[in-house]
């Protein structure tokens, strides 16, 4: 006997209503939904749209504008297909006339003491030392998606720090990007920033603008958002994080998404601390294995880590800190 879709028009009904909320959860993914976290396998992409449902948030409701236009490395995990190069304004970085070196000799040694003479003529001395987690009352964690992972896994900072914390954020939104929730609706990291004080700032992004624009260009715009950081929070310590590395799986076998790439990357990030107001850390020396590669087996994903993993990046963070004398 031959069955026809007519003849069961629930089943029809459910199977197409099934097929367009998936539809437009991964739309939004990147965009309405951009603040929700999600796997295939325990939260999958149609639950984006019955999450935000609840939380009156539509697909319709966020401008395009709201969503970063260049590919991330979220992106190009779900889809690797997608050619940063087809926008045909990639610089390409994989050449030899890059440098990957981050060993630090070409910039100020950040491993022990330091001097640095302050405006006025003082010498201003610090070191990386020990602190307990009240040293993060004040501080404020801004970053991608490997920030909101922290702030998911790592109690100790979550009940005592504030995070500025968005799934694929990068630097070239991370002034504007409207995300930060406050009893007002959501606002910019730079409404945010002027109007709470904090000691500290943290920064974490720069692993999504990897297949996008060129080293200089992604130096430059991280220098001027630091130096906008330092105008509105003008008795903060500014810590600038060097990127996480990826897993040799992921480095080895991607076009962009290097662990030389992101070397070239922090060596440009750790010359714009100044030694007095900003400083450069490297939580990389907590969960990188011999060759300079993440720990396959602190990764569920070959790029972000597992919850239990986060500890790891914790300790760094009580053990290099900026103590000044």
């Known amino acids: ?80 297909e ?47 030392g020990q602190v307990d987690d009240d040293y993060f009352s004040d501080a404020v964690f801004i970053g991608d998606s490997r920030t909101v992972g922290l ?32 009893d007002n609706g959501k606002v910019s990291v730079e409404k945010a920033l002027s109007e709470n004080q904090f000691g500290k700032v943290y920064m974490m992004v720069g692993l999504n603008e990897i297949g996008t624009g060129t080293v200089e260009t992604f130096t430059q715009k991280y220098s001027e958002v630091v130096e906008r950081i330092k105008e ?7 810590y600038i994080q060097g990127i996480m590395h990826v897993t040799a799986n992921k480095s080895d076998n991607d076009k962009y998404f290097t662990n030389s790439n992101i070397d070239i990357r922090n060596q440009a990030l750790s ?24 720990r396959a087996d602190l990764s569920f994903d070959d790029v972000h880590l597992k919850a239990s993993s986060y500890e790891l990046w914790h300790q760094y963070l009580l053990n290099n800190a900026v103590i000044f004398n």
């Open 151 to 182: 702030s998911e896994y790592c109690e100790e900072l979550d009940s005592r720090a504030t995070f500025y914390g968005k799934v694929s954020l990068t630097i070239y939104d991370l002034m504007n990007n409207e995300f930060v929730k406050t």
């Open 1 to 80: 006997m031959k069955l026809k879709l007519s003849q069961f028009p629930l089943l029809f009904s459910l199977i197409a209503g099934t097929a367009v909320v998936t539809a437009m959860g991964f739309a939004g993914r990147y965009g309405a939904y951009g603040d929700y976290e999600y796997t295939y396998v325990d939260s999958p992409v149609l639950s984006l749209f019955f999450r935000g449902f609840s939380d009156g948030v539509y697909p319709w409701t966020v401008s395009q504008q709201d969503a970063f236009d260049g590919v991330t490395v979220e992106e190009v995990v779900d889809n690797p």
């Open 232 to 238: 509105l929070q003008p008795d903060a310590i500014i």
């Open 271 to 294: 010359e714009l601390a100044d030694g007095e107001r900003v400083f450069y850390i490297d939580m990389n020396e907590a969960v990188d294995d011999e060759n300079g590669n993440l």
């Open 82 to 128: 997608t050619s940063v190069a087809d926008g045909g304004n990639v610089a390409d970085i994989s050449g030899d006339d890059l440098i990957a070196d981050v060993s630090g000799n070409d910039s100020a040694d950040i491993s022990g003491n330091d001097n640095i003479d302050d405006v006025s003529g003082n010498s201003i001395t610090y070191t990386f």
